[in-house]
């Protein structure tokens, strides 16, 4: 992994259905994120927040969507910058609808790219089979190609991942269509129930091999929901029964200890929704820990 880390925030919360992710952000920074990096031995680079636009056109199929897709091309290009100065990129939001944005330089810059997404939900709707039209839904679809593709296309010839080296981690909240375009898209999926099974050791080793076989390297995107609401209250779309704690951070220091690495987005903190910005601190240490902090 790089030794220049470049910090991005993204204030985003038009993607989602509950407004608070776009003050995520600073809620990482007041729990000591950047601290912590400088204290790992990496410079740091904070780029500051790049911020959603006011207003802009919408529709009940893809909500906001002029707002979300300006707002994932700043980060996109923010993303760019950051791989031309050899700097590993960290993002950290704000609702999941920004990983279209950091995801999609990523491949643009590696090419082949695979992407492991740790989340309650599969994120893999869009405009035809969305019940909502939340974008931060749709993020997963669109980086694998399955649209929408203006969440991707920003004029620069958009390079989508390959699904067959994409896996979906502690899925626990589909939607009926997003499952079956899951399942034929040839996605790999550990859901709930399959790391209840195996354990959250294999199913890593098994996302790490998938992701990387081929591959320049790995992108992660972490939903704080991903765990059970009991240790992150402070999220927009909690699902009970999630990852432990101790289960989040056995993932991230696996990927660390992987090597494989390109860069991570960590999203859906919502300081409104926290207590105590627990959910804050906790994002703040996963991140950490990916960048490879450990206990002894």
Not at 11 to 34: E, H, T, V, W
Not at 152 to 174: F, H, N, S
Not at 253 to 276: W, Y
Request: charged content about 20%; hydrophobic content about 40%.
């Amino acid at each position: 992994m790089r030794k220049k880390v470049d910090l991005t925030g993204v204030q985003i919360d038009c993607g989602a259905s509950k407004l608070g992710a776009c003050i995520g952000p600073y809620a990482i920074r007041i729990a000591g994120l950047a601290e912590g990096i400088r204290k790992l031995g990496y410079e740091l680079n904070d780029k500051g927040d790049i911020v959603q636009p006011c207003g802009g056109a919408d529709s009940a199929t893809l909500r906001n969507y002029e707002s979300v897709v300006q707002t994932c091309k700043a980060l996109y290009e923010s993303t760019m910058e950051s791989f031309q100065s050899g700097a590993f990129p960290v993002a950290i939001g704000g609702d999941h609808s920004l990983a279209a944005g950091s995801i999609a330089a990523t491949l643009k810059q590696h090419k082949n790219v695979g992407v492991i997404w740790i989340d309650a939900h599969g994120d893999f709707n869009d405009e035809q089979i969305t019940e909502t039209g939340n974008m931060h839904g749709m993020s997963f679809s669109a980086v694998c190609g399955f649209g929408p593709e203006i969440m991707v296309d920003y004029g620069q010839g958009p390079v989508y991942a390959d699904v067959t080296k994409c896996v979906q981690i502690a899925a626990r909240d589909l939607d009926p269509a997003e499952t079956l375009k899951m399942k034929a898209s040839g996605l790999n999926v550990f859901a709930i129930d399959t790391i209840d099974k195996l354990g959250m050791q294999e199913v890593v080793h098994r996302a790490i091999d998938i992701a990387s076989d081929g591959t320049a390297g790995i992108h992660l995107s972490f939903d704080i929901d991903s765990l059970t609401p009991e240790a992150a209250p402070g999220t927009g779309t909690t699902v009970h029964s999630g990852l432990t704690i101790r289960e989040a951070f056995l993932a991230v220091e696996m990927l660390h200890e992987s090597g494989k690495l390109l860069a991570m987005d960590m999203v859906e903190v919502n300081p409104i929704l926290d207590i105590g910005n627990q959910t804050a601190h906790l994002a703040s240490e996963l991140v950490l820990a990916a960048l490879g902090k450990v206990v002894y």
